[in-house]
């Protein structure tokens, strides 16, 4: 019986100990992380564009979390920006740092490509603008019209993309879906971003 009792106060003691290490001290630290204070919220357009990133899955394929030089050097040598702080997620719920590499870092892809025709274009045809792309097109996204409407935003397709007749439109959700993927543009300042070792000692 008090080796049942020992057992049991043993694993009772790893459990707390788990959950102090994994669960408390992460919260606490977090709890004080400095918001960068050029960061802004999403508008209702980009929260609903961010709505069907989650429900299409691009979660799985791309990440939001370039890392430090020191850890990860190829990050920055792809042109993907500073290494991610946790004051960038404030506003993100769910977090969508990723985890799985298969197309580029998108932590930065409003700044990279800040242009609405080549994300549409890019969702239309990923290989209309990205050559040997393996990105699946999200055709769904758009809608084909004998003679687009004065209000409806049309794409320009090159050849031999396009359809052979009639013109494309985005609907909403495409672009809800570029509006949230033109809001990730991370270039303001990171005030709790560590600093490399020779700048420090200056």
Same mark, same amino acid.
């Given at each position: 019986?008090?080796?049942?009792?020992?057992?049991?106060? #043993?694993?009772?003691?790893?459990?707390?100990?788990?959950?102090?290490?994994?669960?408390?001290?992460?919260?606490?630290?977090?709890?004080?992380?400095?918001?960068?204070?050029?960061?802004?919220?999403?508008?209702? !357009?980009?929260?609903?564009?961010?709505?069907?990133?989650?429900?299409?899955?691009?979660?799985?394929?791309?990440?939001? !979390?370039?890392?430090?030089?020191?850890?990860?050097? #190829?990050?920055? $040598?792809?042109?993907?920006?500073?290494? *991610?702080?946790?004051?960038?997620?404030?506003?993100? !719920?769910?977090? /969508?740092?990723?985890?799985?590499?298969?197309?580029?870092?998108?932590?930065?892809?409003?700044?990279?490509?800040?242009?609405?025709?080549?994300? /549409?274009?890019?969702?239309?045809?990923?290989?209309?603008?990205?050559?040997?792309?393996?990105?699946?097109?999200?055709?769904?996204?758009?809608?084909?019209?004998?003679?687009?409407?004065?209000?409806?935003?049309? /794409?320009?397709?090159?050849?031999?993309? #396009?359809?052979?007749?009639?013109?494309?439109?985005?609907?909403? $959700? *495409? /672009?809800?879906?570029? *509006?949230?993927?033109?809001?990730?543009?991370?270039?303001?300042?990171?005030?709790?971003?560590?600093?490399?070792?020779?700048?420090? !000692?200056?």
């Amino acid at each position: 019986m008090k080796r049942a009792l020992a057992i049991m106060a #043993g694993a009772a003691l790893i459990l707390l100990l788990a959950m102090l290490t994994l669960v408390v001290l992460p919260y606490l630290q977090m709890s004080t992380e400095q918001v960068p204070p050029d960061l802004e919220p999403y508008t209702d !357009q980009e929260q609903r564009g961010r709505e069907l990133y989650i429900a299409n899955g691009c979660v799985y394929c791309h990440s939001q !979390q370039p890392r430090d030089p020191s850890f990860a050097p #190829g990050d920055k $040598d792809r042109g993907w920006g500073r290494p *991610a702080v946790p004051g960038d997620y404030a506003h993100d !719920q769910p977090h /969508l740092m990723g985890t799985m590499r298969t197309g580029p870092d998108l932590f930065n892809i409003g700044a990279r490509q800040p242009s609405e025709d080549w994300h /549409l274009l890019h969702l239309y045809n990923p290989r209309a603008v990205v050559e040997g792309s393996i990105m699946p097109p999200y055709r769904f996204m758009f809608r084909k019209v004998p003679s687009a409407d004065d209000d409806e935003r049309v /794409l320009t397709i090159p050849e031999p993309f #396009g359809p052979e007749t009639g013109q494309v439109v985005a609907t909403d $959700d *495409a /672009l809800a879906l570029v *509006a949230y993927l033109k809001s990730l543009d991370h270039t303001y300042p990171a005030p709790t971003l560590p600093q490399p070792a020779e700048e420090a !000692q200056e």
